[in-house]
């Protein structure tokens, strides 16, 4: 990707630029610092020399006397700064302040001006000048220049050498600091974006990202496969619509000519005039049309549920009756005596309601029944139990029969179960029936799970939110 090393060349760079930037200003800040030292008033705190030269240019001679300005006169005294003028001929001092000390000479070879030209008499920093061809010569306080040939150093600004460096380091810590939290926050600013386009790909929120700054082609990228989702998902949508509306038109073409294949064969099979195996014949054909016919039927209300295009009516229904109803239907429609059911239920319970479409969850019901008795050709006891759970409803549904695999159970606990069994008779599967179960239940907003039970056969839980009375 072009973007990453255009990414990492302006990471060199601007790491490049803050160097260069803090060495600039490093330098500026010297050469203020510097200019402030030698470059100042006729003051010793900036430049001696300057301040010896303009005490030069203030004496008078009088009757080869020299005098030196009153004003000027007090400013050395309050400086602390004694001045002596030498002879020129003589070598020898003809002038002097009142506040020279007593262990400075009065007498200079050649030797002694070169030497106290360049650094001290007495241990006192000496700055020169000329007044009428005699030497003047300023003695400043011990501690006030460290003289080095001709530069000279503050002992103020040596003494605080330490501190100026903290500072120093201090302001570059600082800057480093303030441009390093802001190319992070730049770059946050760069990669949230990305980061919350490349969340919301999943969810289906298709959220436009940001195309400026280093990470432009990684926006970009992401931009055109959110595109690219986006029309999968519209295609998708418009497919699943489309096989939603196959199942309702075969079902719906099915229904008719279904129901005169089990009207006919309803017929045939009380005819007297057929033999006894044409009517058995007649008897398969009802009995696997009216399979077919609840396949169909099954298969249209579960793509109904997916596409939520089941009207749902939902309406306080008392639980215990609308179980016990379930149970009756399935006694009053002549139930094989090898399927006997037992009910039971908590005291209490006639009055517990839950929010609940009674057809959907009859189906539910009726469905869990049908499975034990579909899957136990050899019999079965079924047990219907309907129990208060703390503010849920827990309806249980289980058999003694021959239950049902690990791996069987693992795909029926899935949130949407595929069919585990189909054979050529049309035998109902495990699967269809009870997806349409499970997708029963969480339009209820209860859960199911599917388990094996202490006796080896199989059970189905249900538990939907009873009804708060207020």
């Known amino acids: 990707m072009k973007s990453v090393p255009k990414f990492i060349s302006r990471s060199i760079g601007l790491l490049v630029l803050s160097i260069l930037l803090l060495l600039t200003a490093n330098a500026i800040l010297a050469i203020v610092i510097f200019h402030q030292q030698f470059s100042g008033e006729a003051s010793y705190n ?9 005490i030069a240019n203030h004496f008078t001679t009088t009757n080869n006397h020299y005098e030196l300005d009153e004003s000027y006169l007090e400013k050395i005294e309050a400086d602390h700064v004694w001045g002596i003028i030498v002879d020129e001929k003589s070598q020898k001092v003809v002038w002097q302040t009142d506040n020279l000390p007593e262990n400075i000479p009065q007498t200079y070879s050649l030797a002694d001006i070169s030497d106290l030209t360049l650094g ?11 007044v009428d061809q005699d030497l003047l ?33 201090t302001v570059n810590i600082i800057v480093i600091l303030f441009i390093y939290l802001w190319f992070s926050g730049r770059m946050v600013r760069s990669v949230v974006p990305l980061v919350e386009g490349i969340k919301n790909l999943p969810t289906g929120l298709h959220e436009k990202v940001r195309e400026k700054g280093p990470l432009s082609e990684v926006a970009e990228n992401i931009k055109q496969t ?28 099915i ?31 009802l009995t696997q049309s009216q399979k077919i016919k609840q396949l169909v039927d099954d298969l249209n209300l579960s793509s109904k549920l997916e596409y939520s295009m089941q009207p749902i009516h939902l309406a306080k229904v008392n639980i215990l009756s609308l179980v016990r109803q379930v149970i009756v239907e ?33 189906r539910a019901i009726t469905n869990l029944v049908q499975n034990a ?4 050709p050899n019999g079965c006891t079924i047990d219907v139990a309907v129990k208060k759970d703390q503010e849920n409803v827990r309806i249980m549904i289980e058999d003694n029969g021959v239950g049902v695999s690990d791996n069987q159970l693992t795909e029926l606990n899935h949130a949407s179960p595929t069919l585990l069994s189909q054979d050529a008779k049309l035998e109902q599967a495990h699967g269809l029936g009870l997806r349409i179960v499970r997708q029963i239940i969480e339009v209820h907003k209860g859960t199911i799970a599917f388990e094996e039970n202490k006796q080896g056969g199989f059970s189905a839980i249900i538990i939907i939110p009873e009804t708060q009375t207020g």
Not at 46 to 54: A, D, E, G
């Open 373 to 376: 008795i579909d899957h136990n």
């Open 330 to 362: 399935f006694i009053n429609n002549n139930l094989d005596e090898k399927y006997p059911i037992k009910w039971h239920y908590e005291e209490g319970l006639d009055r517990s309601t839950i929010e609940a479409d009674q057809k959907l969850l009859q």
């Open 255 to 285: 229904r008719t000519p279904l129901s005169m294949i089990v009207g006919y064969a309803s017929q045939l099979t009380d005819r007297s005039s057929l033999s006894k195996q044409e009517r058995g014949q007649a008897k398969i054909i």
């Open 137 to 169: 010569i300023l003695g400043f306080p011990k501690t006030s220049y460290w003289k080095m040939m001709t530069p000279s150093w503050s002992y103020r600004f040596i003494a605080n050498v330490p501190q100026i460096l903290l500072v120093v380091l």
């Open 46 to 54: 900036s430049s001696p020399y300057k301040y010896t030269q303009k």
């Open 226 to 253: 959110s595109k690219v989702l986006e029309e999968q998902e519209k295609q998708l949508s418009k497919k699943e619509a489309a096989r939603a509306d196959w199942i309702a038109g075969i079902s719906h073409d």
């Open 120 to 130: 001290y008499i007495k241990g006192y920093p000496t700055y020169t000048g000329e």
